[in-house]
């Protein structure tokens, strides 16, 4: 599987020549199986350029299915979306995979930003292509080739949800929004020993502020990896960068 990062910021948009070399847009990572599988990774402005991208396959015939997987629905994580061009061709179909934890079902949740007073489409039902809300347990979950599983991460006012993705011998562990006070929790440590990659979201921690420019996320990468170590490699993920497993 190959994984390819739309977008890495956590907050607000950052567009700017202070931002170019990280990149300005919300959280998306785009993983595309050796099956075709498409598993997006959280629907920040990020995914609006995906969406773009996309519309040279399948998705441009109306002949396209993606899996959009949710953290959580903090605005960073699903802005992008209303303007995901596949999600408007008639006969793709758009799943979304995550866990509500207020009182409203996740399709609520979704749906609420689509309302007249914020949005000229008025409703996901609006947007023409087969779009269906699928709330996950604690059961495994079957994409195409991948295995997903989740896990409840603390985070502030809400839970977020950690992913861990396995193709046969590969696995990829996305950590949303997490927020710890001092050391990791056992169960999250667990959740991802064994993983080829982590994927770990610094949105909530007190070193980090959205508006960071591309010499602040350096500086900040500098900390984080002499607290690593030689024990594990640490990069800082920027648009556009692709690893594959």
């Known amino acids: 599987m190959t994984l390819t990062f739309w ?6 948009p950052v567009p700017g020549v202070s931002t170019a070399k990280t990149g300005g847009n919300t959280v998306c990572i785009d993983i ?10 959280d629907a920040g ?5 995906l969406g773009k991208k996309l519309l040279a396959g399948p998705c441009g015939k109306g002949q396209g299915e993606v899996h959009i997987v949710l953290t959580h629905t903090y605005w960073d994580h699903i802005q992008g979306f209303p303007y995901f061009i596949p999600a408007f061709i008639p006969g793709n179909k758009i799943l979304f995979w995550g866990r509500s934890v207020s009182e409203r079902s996740l399709y609520e949740l979704l749906d609420w930003q689509m309302k007249a ?15 269906a809300v699928r709330e996950i347990g604690n059961e495994a979950v079957k ?3 991948l295995t997903m599983t ?3 991460l603390p985070h502030r006012g809400k839970a977020s949800l950690g992913y861990r993705i396995t193709d046969g011998n590969r696995t990829v562990v996305l950590m949303g929004d997490v927020h710890v006070e001092s050391s990791p929790h056992a169960a999250m440590v667990r959740f991802v020993e064994g993983a080829d990659l982590l994927i770990h979201d610094i949105g909530e921690s007190t070193h980090y502020a959205p508006e960071f420019t591309d010499e602040d996320v350096a500086a900040l990468l500098a900390t984080i990896r002499e607290g690593a170590g030689d024990a594990v490699a640490v990069e800082g993920a920027t648009e556009g960068l692709q690893i594959a497993l």
């Open 7 to 12: 977008g890495v910021r956590g907050g607000i």
């Open 32 to 41: 595309a199986d050796d099956d075709g599988t498409r598993t997006v990774m």
């Open 45 to 49: 402005t990020g995914i609006i350029m």
């Open 117 to 131: 007073e914020y949005n000229p489409i008025f409703a996901l039902k609006n947007m023409g292509s087969q779009i």
């Open 143 to 145: 994409l195409g080739r």
């Open 150 to 152: 989740t896990t409840i």
